[in-house]
């Protein structure tokens, strides 16, 4: 399973970025898929999660009511759409996909990961 995110860059304190991340494989459509952050100096942190079924995402308190995750199987993307930015939302932005398909916010669950995006966020 191979996972790329995209779709980082600066955004402004107030406003919007989305996130994509495409997955490739065998029965990805099966997997959860979450996003994680990590600004500098700190360790990595759950942001958001969308299992396979049901379809119920799950969020971090910081992020509850600006982000909303989405998945689109057909596409075989996940989206983490970001509003109201914050500047301590600013970190490298971490997709990441567990074939346990259960909505977890612990890294050690998720077996594959993509390579990081920038999201910058300007006050």
């Known amino acids: 399973v191979q996972l790329q995110a995209f779709g980082g860059g600066l955004g402004q304190a107030g406003g919007s970025l989305t996130l994509s991340c495409t997955i490739s494989?065998?029965?990805?459509?099966?997997?959860?898929v979450g996003w994680f952050r990590q600004a500098p100096g700190k360790g990595r942190d759950f942001v958001a999660v969308i299992p396979w079924s049901p379809n119920v995402a799950g969020y971090a308190d910081s992020v509850k009511g600006r982000f909303t995750i989405t998945r689109d199987d057909a596409k075989n993307t996940v989206s983490l759409r970001m509003n109201s930015l914050q500047p301590e939302d600013e970190a490298v932005y971490y997709c990441?996909?567990?074939?346990?398909?259960?909505?977890?916010?612990?890294?050690?669950?998720?077996?594959?990961w993509g390579r990081g995006t920038q999201v910058t966020v300007s006050s």
């Open positions: 494989g065998r029965a990805t459509s099966s997997y959860a």
């Open positions: 990441a996909a567990t074939s346990k398909g259960i909505r977890s916010s612990s890294t050690s669950d998720y077996g594959y």
